[in-house]
């Protein structure tokens, strides 16, 4: 009997745990297209090309604090998105990325994106920030 009741707990630590990940998945993806629709790039232009300056965004509910850290509103909650760097990077180009609830709470985590020391590429992913 005390052999079931541990194998019932673990399965359902698994359930749990399989929801969780679906949960930080799907918010991970809202973040992504909420950073898309909002986020525009700014570049400046020179002999050698175009170079990206920075981002701006055109949605009162995306705010960039800085390169580092941006707040994002998801379902009616503030949620903060806060890149460091990643200690499998190499001067910069891999960062790791947490969003935090307003309660200081860690939602969700990704490591190791290419984001080159910007928290709106971390947080679109693997997409091209509009211009």
Known sequence: MKH???????SSFLVLGA????ARKELLNDIKLETKKCARQL?????????????????????IHSTIEAQILIDGKWLTAHINESRDSDGGDLD?????????KILATRKNIPAYDSVIVAMIGDSMVNK
């Open 96 to 104: 790791d990325l947490t969003i935090q609830s307003a309660q200081g």
């Open 19 to 22: 929801h969780a990940t679906d």
């Open 43 to 63: 570049t400046s232009r020179n002999n050698e090309g175009e170079t990206v300056t920075g981002y701006k965004s055109v949605c009162s509910s995306l705010i």
């Open 4 to 10: 079931i009741k541990i194998l019932l707990a673990f």
